[in-house]
């Protein structure tokens, strides 16, 4: 496949994606179970998307990158419908394994590990500011730790700025460990992609160098 053929694909699939995106954002805002946690939840994808588009000619992700970054929008679109407490999958993988509560929200924590783990390893690699090896697997998983922890502290000042309101944006469901957890799964989505994807991610860099992209291949 020549350069302009893979262009055009990825084209193409940057435009299908954006265009899903849209719709499942639309169809996730038409009745939400609460207007403000809805928001609230899909503030990353209203802010996300229009970068992803701006910077779509000077910086292209890969597009193993630009599949998940969409499936990571999916999970916080859905949070916000129902909010994460009453996700209808959530429900089901409680009853399945008989949990105490719904556990979708740790889902949503643990896409919030994977995904930017693997954005920080394209911008570090492609960027030059580290080889591959330990120290680029440390880093990766330290930007995530760090992106969970920030937004841990957001949810702590929507607790105090809505005082009750924010029960649902928050989706503790009573447990009094819900933050030191949700940065735990981070830090398991996070090392997971890195285990799981890394050579899929590298093959998705050869692709993009081999038309023209910096990319350094050691």
Not at 29 to 53: C, I, K, N, S
Request: include cysteine.
């Amino acid at each position: 496949m020549g350069n302009e053929d893979r262009d055009a694909s990825d084209s193409a699939l940057a435009a299908a994606l954006l265009v899903a995106t849209g719709i499942a954002l639309v169809a996730s805002g038409w009745q939400p179970y609460d207007r403000l946690t809805w928001l609230m939840e899909v503030a990353p994808v209203l802010l996300a998307a229009p970068l992803l588009v701006a910077t779509r000619g000077s910086f292209p992700l890969t597009r193993l990158l630009y599949v998940l970054i969409f499936a990571h929008a999916l999970v916080l679109m859905a949070g916000g419908a129902y909010t994460y407490a009453r996700v209808p999958m959530g429900f089901w993988v409680q009853e399945a394994f008989g949990l105490s509560r719904n556990p979708y929200d740790k889902l949503g924590h643990f896409m919030q590990g994977f995904v930017p783990a693997l954005v920080a390893r394209e911008i570090l690699l492609r960027g030059g500011h580290v080889r591959r090896g330990r120290m680029l697997g440390f880093l990766c998983v330290c930007v995530a730790l760090a992106i969970s922890a920030v937004y841990e502290l957001i949810e702590w000042w929507a607790a105090i700025a809505m005082g009750q309101g924010a029960d649902e944006f928050l989706g503790t469901q009573g447990d009094p460990w819900d933050t030191q957890s949700d940065m735990f799964m981070a830090l398991i989505g996070a090392t997971t992609a890195l285990l799981a994807l890394s050579g899929a991610h590298d093959r998705s860099l050869r692709r993009l160098s081999a038309d023209g992209r910096p990319v350094p291949k050691a």
